[in-house]
């Protein structure tokens, strides 16, 4: 297979044991890597490049993260830095959470990682299988609540054993590797602010109004806007959201983080002091105060 640079780059993640062998075995249609009840049977992060109806992909399998205290682990030490690599070095993250366990503070943990890489990302809620209605309803209820700040993700109910419920994965991974890399025009970006301020004006800050002139696009996987402008150091962190979510909708960004920032316009005499007068000007400017005092006494 030969691989044009440009494609995309998927980790598959999740904590220990949750199915994320099996998925790519699934995906793949053939048992590439080792899938097996025990956590930890994935030491080290591997890579496999994969085509499907004409459209190149890498998959990344890793070893499952678990969280002691404030950092993450994996069961082999050595593994967790493979695996917090390969999501940095992925285009989009696969979250996989297992339905046979309860979805814990430790699968948004993995999903706070993956955010603040800025990597788009899609859940996939894996061991669908064999669970009746209600099980079906409590766990739609749970992740509802533990996972809202997901909430610009798409999510997935699958049986990576079986294969079942998994036709969309790729469309949505495809989805999301879209949004991550879009191209945004700055005058496109500039009507979806203007409108958006006509909408909802940002709030004063002290004495002085915000004044949003433009945007353009400052960087892709995640998108950053910059919105430029002058006051804008008080703008409030909801104002902030309220234009992400605007640009979100706008521009249909679904499945990547995305990042609005402030920038004020250059202003020439900020922070320099004035040049000494040349000896000329110093003339003209002390006949000015001169003719001036006798003008106005
Ligand atoms: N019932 C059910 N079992 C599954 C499913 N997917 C995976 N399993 C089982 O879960 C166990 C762990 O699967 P793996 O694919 O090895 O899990 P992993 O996430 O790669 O695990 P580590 O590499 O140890 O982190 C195996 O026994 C699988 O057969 C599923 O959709 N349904
Ligand atoms: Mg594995």
Redesign the pocket.
């Known amino acids: 297979m030969v691989f044009e640079s440009k494609h995309p780059k998927i980790a598959i993640v999740?904590r220990?044991?949750?199915?994320?062998?099996?998925?790519i075995n699934t995906l793949l249609g053939e048992e590439r890597v080792?899938?097996?009840?025990?956590?930890?049977?994935?030491r080290d992060s591997i890579y496999i490049d994969f085509a499907h109806k004409d459209k190149h992909y890498t998959l990344i399998?890793t070893?499952?993260l678990r969280r002691r205290g404030h950092v993450f682990e994996t069961?082999e030490k050595f593994s967790v830095i493979k695996t917090l690599q390969a999501i940095e070095d992925a285009n989009v993250a696969v979250l996989?959470l297992d339905a046979?366990n309860e979805i814990s503070d430790r699968d948004a943990h993995i999903a706070g990682f993956i955010l603040e890489t800025g990597r788009a990302l899609v859940i996939a809620v894996?061991?669908?299988?064999?669970l009746d209605e209600y099980q079906r309803d409590t766990i739609k209820r749970e992740l509802a609540r533990k996972l809202a700040f997901l909430s610009f993700a798409q999510l997935h109910y699958?049986?990576?054993?079986?294969g079942s419920g998994m036709k969309n994965l790729l469309p949505s991974i495809d989805q999301a590797y879209a949004a991550a890399m879009a191209d945004l025009s700055t005058p496109k970006l500039t009507r979806a602010l203007i409108a958006a301020i006509e909408k909802h004006p940002p709030p004063r800050g002290g004495m002085s109004r915000p004044k949003m002139r433009y945007a353009h696009q400052g960087g892709s996987n995640p998108p950053l806007i910059i919105v430029h402008g002058t006051m804008l150091n008080h703008v409030p962190e909801t104002y902030r959201r309220y234009l992400e979510n605007t640009f979100r909708e706008v521009f249909k960004l679904k499945g990547t983080p995305l990042r609005v920032d402030f920038k004020v316009g250059h202003n020439p005499y900020a922070g320099k002091k004035p040049a000494p007068l040349t000896e000329a000007e110093a003339r003209q400017a002390h006949g000015r105060r001169r003719r001036n005092r006798k003008k106005y006494g």
């Open positions: 999740g220990p044991n949750v199915g994320k062998s099996t998925l080792i899938a097996f009840d025990q956590p930890g049977t994935t399998d070893a499952g069961i996989i046979k894996n061991k669908w299988d064999g699958i049986s990576a054993l079986h």
